[in-house]
């Protein structure tokens, strides 16, 4: 099946840095997603893309769609400890969902 | 409650026992979604159910796994014979209409352990 390379595996940052992960795939999507897992929880949806190119904000979260229609970024701004969690890129086509394989992110105060 | 339920939360199993999960969607929600998580791993999409149906199985791992939904509202993912490669969180979630993966709210999941 498809596959959702996703990078970093895990970080470690200190409270206040940016962050910065990505997703890669070799097809091309028309839809990027970004979503967060809280342990002991299901994923919530951050940011939804639908245009190569389109760069969108939520809050201190910023998402581009790559041109190339084949990637993704999330950017998170002066983070803070709430940011700690799993952050998954995921697209569909058709009848097929995808998901990344995670980046951990945990934020040291 | 407003959200996805998915019950139980954990589950211990010995190898070669079957085991239900239960999903419980959003009221309203025409479709439902299964996936698994396996530790350290992204989800993996098993199937979909638009109404009663499911036109697609072929996510599911093996003959062993298979899903039901009732009434367009609960549904129910068995796994017969469980093995342990079959441990992982089992996500489910219900979107308005079909195909939409951006609109999908996911439950809590079952935590599924075969010793």
């Known amino acids: 099946g498809q596959q959702l390379n996703q990078s970093p595996q895990s970080m470690f940052i200190q409270e206040g840095e940016d962050v910065s992960m990505n997703c890669t795939s070799s097809?091309?999507?028309?839809?990027w997603l970004w979503y967060k897992q809280d342990p002991g929880e299901g994923p919530v949806l951050l940011i939804a893309?639908?245009?190569?190119?389109e760069l969108t904000s939520n809050g201190r979260l910023t998402a581009q769609f790559g041109i190339t229609r084949k990637d993704s970024f999330l950017n998170i701004s002066a983070s803070i400890p709430s940011d700690v969690g799993i952050y998954f890129c995921?697209?569909?086509?058709?009848?097929?969902?995808?998901f990344g394989t995670g980046t951990s992110l945990t934020v040291i105060p | 409650g407003a959200g996805v339920s998915q019950s139980p939360s954990n589950k211990v199993t010995e190898k070669g026992k079957d085991v239900e999960l239960r999903c419980d969607p959003i009221?309203?929600?025409?479709?439902l979604y299964w996936y698994r998580q396996s530790l350290g791993q992204g989800l993996e999409f098993l199937i979909y159910?638009?109404?009663?149906?499911?036109?697609?199985k072929s996510g599911l791992p093996s003959d062993r796994f298979s899903a039901e939904r009732t009434g367009g509202s609960v549904s129910t993912l068995t796994i017969q014979r469980t093995q342990q490669e079959d441990s992982a969180v089992y996500l489910c979630?219900?979107?308005?209409?079909?195909?939409?993966?951006?609109?999908?709210?996911f439950g809590p999941g079952t935590r599924l352990l075969v010793l």
């Open positions: 979630a219900s979107s308005p209409g079909t195909l939409q993966v951006e609109t999908q709210y």
């Open positions: 097809s091309i999507f028309n839809t």
């Open positions: 893309l639908y245009k190569a190119g």
């Open positions: 995921a697209t569909g086509m058709g009848n097929q969902f995808y």
């Open positions: 009221s309203g929600h025409t479709a």
């Open positions: 159910f638009q109404g009663n149906s499911a036109p697609d």
